[in-house]
């Protein structure tokens, strides 16, 4: 079982930054694909980012919604995964998730993974 437990959200003016820290209980997380979901209040969840490491080099998606504002990167030392939030906009707005599959393929799908965090709310004003 793997457990995962978000830090960093929170309140932030629109333009702001905001790192959000996914970390991950279990021996196995270097082969884990490790993801970025959001969902806002009547929509559906989405993915943000994923990253995964294949054991000779990483892959990173980064949905063109966020493209060029955000970042994802893992530390597998740390078992823990990052998502850096910059030039936050008010639709950025949504509790994120961090979500995680065994898995040495890059996986954008919301119901390919197993492992769910609490969530962390990310509150942007204008």
């Known amino acids: 079982q793997v457990q995962l437990v978000e830090s960093g959200g929170g309140s932030v003016q629109a333009g702001g930054s905001l790192r959000l820290s996914c970390a991950a209980s279990?021996?196995?997380?270097?082969?884990?694909?490790m993801a970025w979901f959001r969902q806002s209040p009547g929509k559906e969840r989405e993915i943000v980012s994923a990253?995964?490491?294949?054991?000779?080099?990483?892959?990173?998606y980064i949905a063109d919604s966020v493209k060029d504002r955000f970042t994802t990167s893992r530390d597998n030392a740390k078992n823990t995964v990052y998502l850096q939030m910059n030039s936050l906009k008010p639709e950025d707005a949504a509790v994120y998730y961090c979500?995680?599959?065994?898995?040495?393929?890059?996986?954008?799908?919301?119901?390919?993974?197993?492992?769910w965090g609490q969530g962390t709310q990310v509150t942007v004003s204008s």
């Open positions: 979500a995680g599959r065994p898995t040495s393929l890059l996986d954008t799908t919301t119901q390919g993974y197993a492992y």
């Open positions: 279990g021996r196995t997380f270097s082969s884990y694909c």
């Open positions: 990253v995964v490491w294949s054991g000779r080099s990483t892959s990173i």
